[in-house]
C-alpha cells in the first residue's frame, strides 16, 4: 500500500460507536485527523475480530456503564497496514502489515521500569478507555505494532491480541507432559486447548456446558470434554488423572462454582491460572486446598509486553494452531450487531469481521 498523500489532512471513515447508554451498536460515518502525534503511526484497516468486551459493551452491562465514557469508537482486535507514520519512528515501515498490542502502557510506572508493563499503573486500552478499531482507520503508538509481513494468512491476524490472552494464560506454569484442565471453551478457551496442544501437555480435558463449543472442544483436541451440567466435574477429572488431580488448571470462564471446584481437583504443587472474571467474589478452602497443597495462583492480565508475542510469533509462524477451527464467523464490519447477537448467543467460537461491504456473511 502507498503511503498517504501528505496533503490529505482528514479522512472521512465508517466506525462502530458506542454512543448511546443502552444496547447495541451504532455505524455512523465520522472523520479522522490525519495529523500523528510523535512515535504514532495511522493503519488502514483489514480486518477485526470481535471480543468478550466488546460484547459487555454491545450489552451495556454494569461493567460497561461503569468504564466507559460515551461516545467512543469500540474494537481492540484487529490488523492493518500502516499508510502513515511520525518522523521520529523508524522501526516501521509504510506498506508494514501489523496487528497490535491493545495495552498502551506509560514507559514510566515501576511496573513498567522492572519490565512487567502488562501491569502497567496507567494502562490504557484501545476501543474502552480510548477510540478503538472498528473503523476503517486508527492512530495507535508505534510500540504497540506487530509486524507480520510474512504472515500466510491476513484474514486471522486480528485474532493474535486474543490469542496472546491464551497463551499467555496456558504457558505460564510448564505444561509439557502435564495434564491440563481448560475451563470454559469460549473463543479464547478454545484456543488455550490448541495452545496446550501445541506445547506438548500429555493431556487436555476441557469443561464447558454449550454443546456447540463442546464439538469444537473436541475437534480442537481435547482429550476429555467433560459437561457440568450433565456429568460430576471433580469425579470426571479425578478419574480420567488416577485420583492424582491435573497438574495446571486453566480459567477462561469466570464462573465462581467452576473456579471453587477447580482447587479441589488440581494437584498438589499445581497451578491455577486465572483469566476469567467473576462477577461474585469466590470463596475457596484457603488452608487445606492452597497451603498445604503448595498450590501456586496466577492472575493473568492481557499479555506480558512482548514476551507473549513472541511466544505467539512462534506457534503463528511455525504453523502450530488451528485457526480455521477455532474462528467460526465471518461478518462485513457493518452487520456488527448481528455478530454481537451471534456473540450473545454463544453458538460460535472467533468472529472476524471486515470493515466494507463486500463480504458475504
Not at 469444537?216 to 481435547?222: H, T, Y
Request: net charge negative; aromatic share 6%.
Amino acid at each position: 500500500m502507498k503511503a498517504l498523500d501528505n496533503g490529505v489532512k482528514e479522512l472521512e471513515m465508517m466506525a462502530v460507536l458506542k454512543d448511546k447508554p443502552e444496547k447495541g451498536f451504532t455505524l455512523k460515518k465520522v472523520k479522522l485527523s490525519t495529523d500523528l502525534k510523535p512515535q504514532e503511526v495511522l493503519i488502514k484497516i483489514k480486518s477485526v475480530s470481535f471480543c468478550g468486551t466488546d460484547s459487555h459493551i454491545y450489552n451495556y452491562d454494569h461493567w460497561a456503564k461503569n468504564h466507559l465514557d460515551l461516545p467512543l469508537i469500540v474494537g481492540h482486535e484487529f490488523s492493518g497496514e500502516i499508510i502513515k507514520k511520525a518522523d521520529d519512528v523508524k522501526d516501521l515501515n509504510i506498506g508494514d502489515v501489523v496487528s497490535a498490542e491493545t495495552h498502551i502502557i506509560c514507559n514510566e510506572c515501576e511496573f513498567c521500569l522492572r519490565g512487567e508493563g502488562h501491569i502497567c499503573e496507567n494502562t490504557e486500552i484501545i476501543g474502552v478507555d480510548r477510540d478503538g478499531c472498528f473503523a476503517e482507520y486508527i492512530k495507535i503508538p508505534a510500540q504497540n505494532c506487530i509486524v507480520n509481513n510474512n504472515a500466510d494468512n491476513n484474514l486471522y491476524l486480528s485474532v493474535q491480541e486474543p490469542l496472546g490472552n491464551a497463551v499467555h494464560t496456558v504457558t505460564h506454569f510448564p505444561i509439557e507432559n502435564k495434564s491440563v484442565v481448560i475451563l470454559g471453551c469460549g473463543p479464547i478457551g478454545l484456543m488455550g486447548i490448541d495452545v496446550a496442544r501445541a506445547y506438548g501437555a500429555k493431556q487436555v480435558i476441557a469443561i464447558e456446558v454449550n454443546d456447540y463449543r463442546i464439538n469444537l472442544a473436541k475437534d480442537l483436541g481435547a482429550d476429555l470434554v467433560i459437561n457440568p451440567m450433565k456429568e460430576d466435574v471433580y469425579k470426571k477429572v479425578m478419574e480420567a488423572t488416577n485420583n492424582k488431580g491435573v497438574d495446571v488448571v486453566c480459567d477462561f470462564s469466570g464462573n465462581k462454582s467452576a473456579i471453587e471446584l477447580a482447587f479441589k481437583y488440581v494437584k498438589r504443587g499445581g497451578g491455577l491460572s486465572l483469566l476469567g472474571l467473576p462477577n461474585d467474589n469466590v470463596s475457596i478452602d484457603l488452608a487445606n486446598d492452597v497451603v498445604f497443597k503448595g498450590l501456586n495462583i496466577y492472575g493473568v492480565v492481557g499479555r506480558r509486553i512482548f514476551e507473549t508475542w513472541d511466544k505467539v510469533n512462534y506457534l503463528v509462524s511455525n504453523n502450530l494452531l488451528h485457526f480455521d477451527k477455532f474462528v467460526t464467523h465471518k461478518f462485513p464490519l457493518s452487520k456488527i450487531n448481528d455478530a454481537a447477537e451471534v456473540m450473545n448467543g454463544k453458538n460460535c467460537g472467533k468472529i472476524i469481521l471486515i470493515p466494507g461491504d463486500e463480504m458475504n456473511e
